[in-house]
Each structure stands twice: as structure tokens, then as C-alpha cells.
């Protein structure tokens, strides 16, 4: 077998915490342990949200804990060449639809829909959607794409399904309810889940599996508020033909409410604790890592 390949995925929209550095000194120290390589991967494709001081941050703050990673690290927003392609594998496949409607539409659609009786959500909560897009005429479609509406390009759940049939994910850690072991992907429970906007030409989704594969990775070990995405990233996966890596989803770190950590909390920032006089070794010990 091949030397396992992991990665550290951080979003640099805000400082790291120690929820991050729990993730990356358990793919760390995996790696190491196994013989593996150890990657890092910038998703930086949320250009509103994403800043180059962060991205700077990221670097330094894993440096003082004491992670290497191999080079070249991989911007996300510097291949969306390769996430396009996946898109326009899809959409010949008629796997893809464009939908116009505003983030206002989309909630006044859902209230109608909740005012007769439930309306699905998937699993972060966020409604179905209750769209019809999917049904406009292929005139109407070419019409608005031309025009300077905003639209959202989704990915048709049935039709994919109808393609796939049932998936599975070998998990190597345990979900937030412990599952373990062979799992069954429930792709379904995201709906037309969207894979790129107008002006962002990928989504995290697509860009996940797209760059996962790229990067050679095949353990995929990350926080298990990401374990039901994992559904939708198989799914994508097979309908690209690309290779299924391992998953290990992991506890997260919460704060004294048993909140999850938020980028902009003082108090488990790693720069702040730093500051405040910290060591690496004081970190590891932190998020229970010896
Ligand atoms: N970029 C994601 C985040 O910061 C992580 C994605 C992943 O590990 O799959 O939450």
C-alpha cells in the first residue's frame, strides 16, 4: 500500500483557534505516525470573506506549533480551472440546473411551503429548495442566463441518485451520533445542493472532492460537523470518477457553553493564547492531544 496522504484544510476567513489546531496537529502527528505525508490546502474561494492577513496567520500559527507541510501549499482560488471542468463534466451530463431566485424568494417560497405543512432541511439546518427551476423551458433558461440576473447552479439530487444508486464511506472515526464503520451515504437529505454561483464558479463542496483527489489525499481527517457532508462528497465522487478516500471525522473542541469555537472568540484564539504565554506543548495539552 502507499504511504497515506492527509491535509489540513483551513478557510482563512478569520484566525485560527484551537478547534484548527486540534485538526492539525491530529493529521500532523497521523502522518507522522504512519509514514504519510501531511499537505495543507488554503480554501480560499469565499473571496468576500477571505483575506490575505489570515492566510499569513495561518502559516505562522502552525509553524509555532511545530507543523511542517510539504510544498506547494494548495490555494483553492487558484484552481478553479480544474472545479469548472467537473462543472461542465456535470452539466453535459445534465446532472445541473440553474435556478434565479433571491435569498428573499427563496425564504418567502419556504414559508409558503412551511404554512401548508413541513418542508424538508438538510442536515446544517438550511430548507430545501422549494424552487421551480427545474421546470423552465430550455428558452426561458437561455433567456435569464443571458441576462444580468444572479443564479445558482444545482446540482439535480434525483437525477444523481438515479445515476448512482446507494454509496457508502468507510469512517474511521465516529460521527456525531458514533457512527462508525461502513457508513450509508444519505445524499437525498441535502436536496439540490448548489455547486456554483454566478459569480463564485464552485462551491466548497465541488471544490472539496475536486481537490481531495488532485491532492493524492486519502485520508480525509477533519471535524464531525462535516460528517454528513460527507454524503454529498461521495456522492460527487462517483459521479466524477474519482477515488474514494478514507474518512475520519473527529470531536470537536467546544468552548465553556459547549458552544462550537467561532473565529472571532478572544479566549481559545491561538494568537491570544500565544500572547498570553502558551507553548505548543501547552496547546497539545489543551485540546487533549499528549
Ligand atoms: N475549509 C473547511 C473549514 O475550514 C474544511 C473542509 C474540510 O476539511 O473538508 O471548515
Known sequence: MPPPVFRFAPSPNGYLHLGHAYSALLNFDLARRTGGSFLLRIEDIDATRCRPEFEEAIYEDLSWLGITWQAPVRLQSEHLADHRVALEKLTARRLIYPSFESRAEITRLVAEREAVGPWPRDPDGAPHYPGN????????????????????????????????????????????????????????????????????????????????????????????????????????????????????????????????????????????LRAAGATPAEIRRLVGLT
Open 133 to 272: 427551476a427545474r421546470s423552465l423551458s430550455r428558452q426561458q433558461r437561455t433567456q435569464l442566463l443571458r441576462s444580468d440576473a444572479p443564479y445558482a447552479l444545482r446540482l439535480d439530487m434525483a437525477a444523481a441518485l438515479a445515476r448512482t444508486g446507494q454509496l457508502h464511506w468507510a469512517e474511521h472515526g465516529a460521527g456525531p451520533n458514533g457512527e462508525s464503520g461502513r457508513i450509508a451515504a444519505r445524499p437525498d437529505g441535502w436536496g439540490d445542493v448548489i455547486l456554483a454561483r454566478k459569480e463564485t464558479p464552485t462551491s466548497y463542496h465541488l471544490a472539496v472532492v475536486i481537490d481531495d483527489a488532485l491532492q493524492g489525499v486519502t485520508e480525509v481527517v477533519r471535524g464531525e460537523d462535516l460528517f454528513w457532508s460527507t454524503s454529498v462528497h461521495r456522492l460527487l465522487q462517483r459521479l466524477l470518477a474519482l477515488p474514494e478516500p478514507a474518512y475520519r471525522h473527529h470531536r470537536l473542541i467546544l468552548d465553556s457553553d459547549r458552544r462550537k469555537l467561532s473565529k472571532s472568540s478572544a479566549a481559545t484564539g491561538l494568537r491570544e
